[in-house]
């Protein structure tokens, strides 16, 4: 596609529940960032890929959120026991090689809501 | 850990009023960003400042970078309701992590 893609685009669930967020990046990018939003706030850095290198998981707030890259291409981030404080703006990014000095480009992000 | 600090937090202007937001930080940056946020939608990159000093206009937006790179400021000419939205400065903590500031939330009014 054009630009990148994310799925569902709204998803409300019970606590306790896993949840699956995925996101289609722009083709040949070989960079791609995960972020957090909570409403009206800034972007909390969760984890990046960059091609075949081991992903800097270091924004990962818990065990309980982890997310894969298959294929250097498709990611889907996955949160497990979801709890309340984890509704916000899931929001995927995908640059053409990763590192400063690149154009990262956001996808429109999956709204989270924990009841 | 490097953090940016923008302020202020919110800022409520009338149609062609003037204004500067700011992003701060104790840490050096290699460069930092500037994105705007709307409603529903992802962030979009307005500019890349990279060398200290550096001013950068962008139609009635200009954006420099301080001297010692560790700081950066937004100021808007003559704002118009079209640039309401979420204004978010980031920068590269190490090569590949992208880190933003909390933002600065701007509505312009008619």
């Known amino acids: 596609g054009a630009g990148v893609s994310q799925s569902p685009s709204n998803k409300v669930t019970e606590k306790g529940k896993d949840v699956e967020l995925r996101c289609d990046p722009i083709s040949g990018h070989t960079a791609l960032y995960w972020y957090r939003q909570s409403l009206g706030q800034g972007l909390e850095f969760l984890i990046y890929?960059?091609?075949?290198?081991?992903?800097?998981k270091s924004g990962l707030p818990s065990d309980r959120f982890s997310a894969e890259r298959t294929g250097g291409s498709v990611s889907t981030l996955t949160i497990q026991r979801t709890q309340q404080e984890d509704s916000a703006v899931y929001l995927c990014?995908?640059?053409?090689?990763?590192?400063?000095?690149?154009?990262?480009?956001f996808g429109e992000g999956s709204w989270l809501t924990v009841v | 850990t490097q953090l940016l600090e923008q302020s202020p937090q919110f800022l409520s202007i009338q149609e062609g009023e003037n204004l500067t937001v700011y992003c701060n930080s104790s840490s050096v940056f290699s460069s930092l960003q500037w994105y705007r946020q709307e409603p529903g939608e992802g962030p979009v990159l307005l500019v890349t400042v990279v060398t200290g000093g550096e001013v950068k206009k962008l139609k009635r937006l200009t954006f420099q970078f301080g001297d010692a790179r560790k700081d950066s400021s937004l100021h808007i000419t003559a704002a118009q309701p079209g640039d309401t939205g979420l204004y978010l400065c980031?920068?590269?903590?190490?090569?590949?992590?992208?880190?933003f500031g909390a933002g600065t939330r701007l509505a312009v009014h008619p």
């Open positions: 990014a995908s640059s053409s090689t990763g590192g400063a000095g690149n154009t990262i480009y």
């Open positions: 980031a920068g590269y903590s190490g090569y590949n992590k992208l880190i």
């Open positions: 890929f960059q091609g075949n290198s081991a992903p800097d």
